[in-house]
Nanobody, 123 residues
């Protein structure tokens, strides 16, 4: 059974940078696309970014383009979301998710999820 564990959340100021990571175990990491979603209080979970199984396809939500970058390290079985120029509206719980091979943008595309990590950006 695939297990995903996020780490690296925290409290930062507006304009700061933060990196969150997702380590996956229990399966063949190189077979999975990894996505990042976020959920703010009172809002639905929304897509942030994703990287496919071989790292050649990366997609992002318009709201984070130019500020966030997703990557993967197959040797470490880890995906990283580098977040730059953070804004208060980026405050949310960030979740990683996995699906076979290619990326998807919908919550329903993913069958395996981490527990989430809180990112808070103060103004």
């Amino acid at each position: 059974q695939l297990q995903l564990v996020e780490s690296g959340g925290g409290l930062v100021g507006s304009g700061d940078s933060l990196t969150v990571s997702c380590t996956i175990s229990g399966g063949s990491f190189t077979s999975y696309a990894v996505a990042w979603f976020r959920q703010a209080p009172g809002k639905e979970r929304e897509f942030v970014s994703a990287i496919n199984y071989n790292g050649r396809n990366r997609v992002q939500a318009d709201s984070v383009k130019g500020r966030f970058a997703v990557s993967r390290d197959n040797a470490k079985k880890t995906s990283t979301l580098q977040m730059n120029n953070l804004k208060p509206e980026d405050t949310a719980i960030y979740y990683c998710a996995a699906k076979l091979l290619e990326v998807g943008r919908d919550v329903g595309d993913y069958g395996a999820w981490g527990q989430g990590t809180q990112v808070t950006v103060s103004s």
